[in-house]
């Protein structure tokens, strides 16, 4: 089938993969000029990671990524006033974890397609026609196109969604925060594979040094701090964040004045989206446009992999019938999806507390996290997937086509 495949950060890139090699031919439509680079660092585990390994990506992203070994909740003057060793972690994961940026995981996925994907940066759809036997598709930029199947993989904000299922609000679930993240370089405070954070009053910032003398700094705000508004431009956006944490104390001011080195901003509302489903006719969603479980899941990367995976090979295995395939990808996927977001929900009034007692309260529950019990309690059903997938054998498919070939050639 030809197969047009919307967003080229995560879900985009590993649905080409698998795609390809069961003999489709792909293309990929990407908003941004190129491939986006630098951005936030993620935690890696479960089943994605597992499909990574499939993919013989694993070392490779575990090579750009980092063994973290701390997490530690700071005090106004620095000092650690709660957090872990990440020791429970490794032994919860069996060492299958790892913490990479994005983008890192985005390229490794990208730069292993074949010639059957051809990739177009710059440009967007813009209107999809479903006739039942084909997706009509026109875009900004590039000539109008015919495909047998359309995939959104464009993300929290996906075009695709919106011209097929319609207004993001309706399918939008807000979990109360907002969130920015910036990188910048030479940064003078380092603690080496420390994920350092301070908190105050439904306001963190947190820092994470990296490669390259750059950190990357993440702050999570409550939406009250924005009063309904959002931001859109690097310069609202700095500013936003500067009248928000001006009063953070500990380190605050000495990162604030460093924003305007920074145009680059991510800068988004924390939000899941929840739909009643995720197909309609010839077209597909995958990744966060299905069902973002959004920063507090914490596992939407490899979730992202996991659906492109479980797509490809629900096609493979009903020969390319795509009603069968959509049909069994929703019903083994959905019902685990939910549960991530529900478990992501439901920590969501803790992530930032809002009050300093709140903080005090979290730092202590994180100072007992070093005890297995209660690290088991807390994370341990969402740090394991218990969701078996089939082997599909993609992959295995175009050798055997091949072998076949070759063998009736004889
Ligand atoms: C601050 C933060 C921290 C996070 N931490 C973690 C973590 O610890 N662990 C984890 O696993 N996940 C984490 N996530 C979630 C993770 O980043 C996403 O779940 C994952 O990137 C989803 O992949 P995706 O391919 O579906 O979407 P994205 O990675 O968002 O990619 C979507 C792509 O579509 C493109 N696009 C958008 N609109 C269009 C359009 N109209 N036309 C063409 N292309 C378009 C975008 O440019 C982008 O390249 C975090 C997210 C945030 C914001």
């Known amino acids: 089938m030809k197969i047009l495949i919307s967003g080229a950060g995560v879900a985009g890139p590993a649905a080409a993969f698998w795609l390809t090699r069961s003999g489709h031919e792909v293309v990929m439509v990407e908003r941004s000029n190129e491939l986006r680079s630098g951005g936030y660092v993620i935690d890696f585990w479960?089943?994605?990671?597992?499909?990574?390994?499939?993919?013989g990506l694993l070392a490779q992203i575990r090579g750009s990524g980092y063994q973290v070994k701390e997490v530690r909740f700071v005090n106004e003057n620095g000092k650690r006033r709660g957090g872990f060793s990440t020791d429970i972690f490794t032994?919860?994961?069996g060492g299958r974890f790892t913490s990479v940026q994005r983008s890192e995981v985005s390229a490794a996925i990208f730069n292993a397609l074949d010639d059957k994907t051809t990739c177009i940066f710059g440009d967007s759809i813009t209107s999809l026609a479903d006739d039942g036997e084909g997706v009509n598709v026109e875009f900004e930029n590039a000539s109008p196109g015919r495909f047998?199947?359309?995939l959104g993989a464009d993300g929290l904000h996906s075009k695709v969604r919106e011209l097929t299922f319609g207004a993001e609000t309706q399918f939008e679930k807000p979990l109360g925060y907002y969130v920015a993240a910036i990188n910048i370089e030479g940064y003078p405070h380092r603690d080496e594979l420390v994920y350092v954070s301070h908190a105050v009053r439904g306001r963190q910032v947190s820092r994470f040094s990296m490669r390259g003398d750059r950190t990357l700094f993440l702050f999570v705000f409550r939406d009250e701090y924005l009063h309904g508004s959002m931001p859109k431009t690097a310069e609202q956006q700095r500013t936003a964040l500067r009248s928000i944490f001006a009063a953070g104390g500990w380190e605050c001011s000495e990162i604030l004045t460093r924003l305007d080195e920074v145009d680059d901003i991510y800068f988004d509302r924390v939000s899941q989206i929840?739909?009643?489903s995720w197909t309609r006719g010839?077209?597909?969603?995958?990744?966060d446009s299905a069902a973002c479980v959004s920063l507090l899941a914490g596992e939407g990367t490899g979730l992202a992999i996991t659906e492109a995976y479980v797509l490809a090979g629900e096609l493979l295995r009903s020969n390319n019938d795509h009603k069968a395939a959509f049909a069994a990808y929703q019903e083994r996927l959905m019902p685990?999806?939910?549960?991530k977001q529900n478990s992501a929900a439901a920590f969501a009034s803790s992530f930032v507390p809002k009050s300093s007692l709140g903080i005090t309260f979290r730092n202590i529950i994180t100072r007992l996290m070093s005890i297995r019990p209660v690290a088991e309690y807390f994370v341990g059903r969402d740090l394991r997937d218990h969701l078996k997938l089939p082997d599909y054998g993609l992959g295995k498919h175009i050798g055997e086509k091949a072998h076949a070939?070759?063998?009736a050639a004889n």
């Open 46 to 55: 479960g089943l994605g990671y597992d499909i990574a390994e499939k993919m």
């Open 91 to 93: 032994k919860m994961t």
């Open 148 to 150: 047998d199947l359309v």
């Open 274 to 276: 929840r739909m009643p």
């Open 282 to 287: 010839r077209i597909g969603l995958i990744g």
């Open 336 to 339: 685990f999806l939910s549960t």
């Open 405 to 407: 070939a070759k063998s």
